[in-house]
């Protein structure tokens, strides 16, 4: 804590908030001034046909006072676009003659905006990135793109920067950085659509989806396109089968080597998701495939319900006294830790992590009950060691009522169970890294086929077995259990097993039209200077 203090201590910025703009003084101090003036409009007009956008840049309402900026602290902008034309069109405000030179994720930055319609109301708008980009010569860099302003309308744009104070990172350098920003504004294009950034990275989609999902996947069946379904952001579309197109390579891990990746699927906000598959030699098109950690349990304590989850109500031992308590997010198992130790060693410290998206992953804790599951026993309830069966379970034809009624689904039932770092996000907001591990419906709809079929042709065969996220059951020696990929098939494994584990990240949406590569092991796809 004393460290920390005095880390806040040491970098503080005197702020004159009139227009966000900086320069260097000395050795001790940045000092944010107005290079637009007190009270002075920046007005400037684009007129094309019938098109007229007028840029307002004059924050009237933030006085030019001088006070201290600390680590943690914010401070804010206002843009007004007007558009006074006959048509709707689409507007990208920009990063003009930037000097950015503090570290890397040390400006962070958000725009929200509202109109004559909604008030007082801010909406958030969403960005090209998080943190406000790295320059070190003036520069222009895109802040917010494919803003829709209708014709006869006026939009509102606050802007706030914040100083963050990292974690566990010396941001001394910091005391001597310079920041230098004015904005400007363009005409742009309507948003690309996750279906359209497929096409233009020459992925296909398939029209037809009627296939057998009880089925095992033994050759490429998105031969024709990927498959869709219904996700908790829109459509997903996903990989089944083979897969010799769902290679990437990103990022390099904490030994310097490439880490290779499988595309599991395409969310419905454009984001990537991805599992792990193994590392090899940078710049190269080869790579040992294998797991990111092997031997591990997912709980320490094994014997109520509460261990199925990546968290859980209660301390570790203490059983609990209900649903509700067991799926309280208080407690991290055992295998969250390590997973978020992987990351961080292999993603933060590597300076990755910014490219990667806060996606919800589902640890479907939800109880049907025996109607569903079809299992005799299940008692529904959730809690201590009370036979039961979860949703996963009963989507993955395990009991002979579902056998050949395999549904899997990448939408989530229980809010608690939507794992992610921030609540904005549409999630829980409990995770430390937006990290987690591949579903068991993700690995039905990627052609395990039915819970206990044999199938070693498909891109999630690994010869040797992994954890998934997704609880399975507590069974009648009142063991915890969740899914697991098994050599050769999908099962259940109880929680206080060695298994190995290959982590899922998501990219982030406005990655996907980046990509390059085809995809295949020659030429996976990849994103430049990443």
Not at 106 to 119: P, Q
Not at 229 to 255: E, H, L, Q, V, W
Not at 347 to 375: E, M, Q
Request: aromatic share 12%; hydrophobic share 30%.
């Amino acid at each position: 804590m004393e460290e920390r203090k005095n880390k806040k201590n040491l970098v503080s910025l005197i702020v004159l908030c009139v227009s966000i703009v900086a320069l260097t003084t000395s050795l001790t101090y940045a000092y944010f001034v107005s290079q637009v003036g007190e009270k002075v409009e920046e007005r400037f007009t684009i007129t094309s046909g019938t098109l007229s956008l007028t840029f307002k840049d004059n924050d009237e309402t933030v006085e030019n006072i001088e006070g201290t900026w600390n680590l943690g602290d914010s401070i804010e902008k206002e843009l007004i676009i007007e558009n006074t034309g006959t048509r709707d069109t689409y507007a990208k405000i920009s990063w003009d003659n930037l000097v950015n030179t503090y570290l890397k994720e040390s400006l962070t930055y958000t725009l929200e905006e509202k109109t004559e319609e909604s008030g007082s109301a801010w909406q958030k708008v969403e960005t090209e990135n998080k943190n406000v980009p790295r320059s070190e010569t003036s520069s222009t860099q895109v802040l917010a793109d494919h803003l829709s302003i209708p014709a006869g309308h006026t939009y509102t744009y606050r802007l706030r920067i914040t100083f963050e104070d990292l974690l566990d990172v010396d941001q001394t350098p910091d005391i001597n950085a310079t920041f230098v920003t004015k904005f400007t504004i363009k005409e742009t294009t309507r948003p690309l659509t996750v279906e359209e950034k497929l096409i233009n990275l020459g992925v296909k989609i398939n029209p037809n989806n009627s296939i057998n999902l009880t089925n095992p996947a033994t050759t490429d069946e998105t031969v024709n396109g990927l498959f869709s379904m219904a996700d908790d952001y829109g459509t997903s579309y996903y990989y089944r089968g083979t897969a010799p197109n769902n290679y990437i390579k990103f990022g390099k891990n904490s030994s310097g080597q490439d880490m290779w990746w499988r595309i599991i699927r395409f969310n419905g906000d454009g984001s990537i998701r991805m599992q792990y598959d193994g590392a090899g030699a940078s710049g190269t098109s080869s790579y040992t495939r294998g797991f990111a950690i092997t031997n591990q349990m997912w709980n320490s304590n094994t014997d109520d319900a509460k261990y199925t989850g990546w968290m859980f109500g209660g301390a570790q031992g203490v059983a609990s006294t209900s649903k509700e308590q067991a799926q309280r997010n208080e407690t991290e198992s055992t295998i969250k830790t390590i997973v978020d130790a992987w990351y961080k060693s292999n993603l933060v410290d590597t300076g990755f992590s910014s490219y990667v998206h806060d996606a919800i992953f589902c640890n479907d804790r939800s109880t049907p009950g025996k109607d569903i599951t079809g299992w005799a026993d299940d008692t529904g309830l959730g809690y201590a060691k009370n036979y039961l069966a979860y949703g996963a379970y009963a989507r993955s034809g395990v009991q002979s009522v579902n056998f050949n009624n395999v549904t899997p689904q990448f939408t989530c039932p229980q809010a608690n169970d939507k794992f992610t770092m921030k609540t904005e996000n549409g999630g829980n907001g409990n995770l430390t890294y937006p990290v987690g591990l591949i579903t068991a419906d993700e690995i039905v709809a990627a052609g395990s086929g039915k819970f206990g079929t044999t199938n070693q042709s498909y891109y999630l065969y690994k010869n040797s077995w992994y954890w998934s996220f997704s609880p399975y059951s507590v069974n009648l020696y009142s063991n915890a259990c969740v899914f697991a990929v098994y050599s050769n098939s999908l099962n259940g494994h109880y929680v206080g097993g060695g298994g190995a584990i290959a982590p899922v990240i998501n990219l982030k949406p406005e990655l996907l039209n980046k990509l390059q590569g085809d995809g295949t092991i020659n030429s996976p796809f990849y994103l430049p200077n990443a």
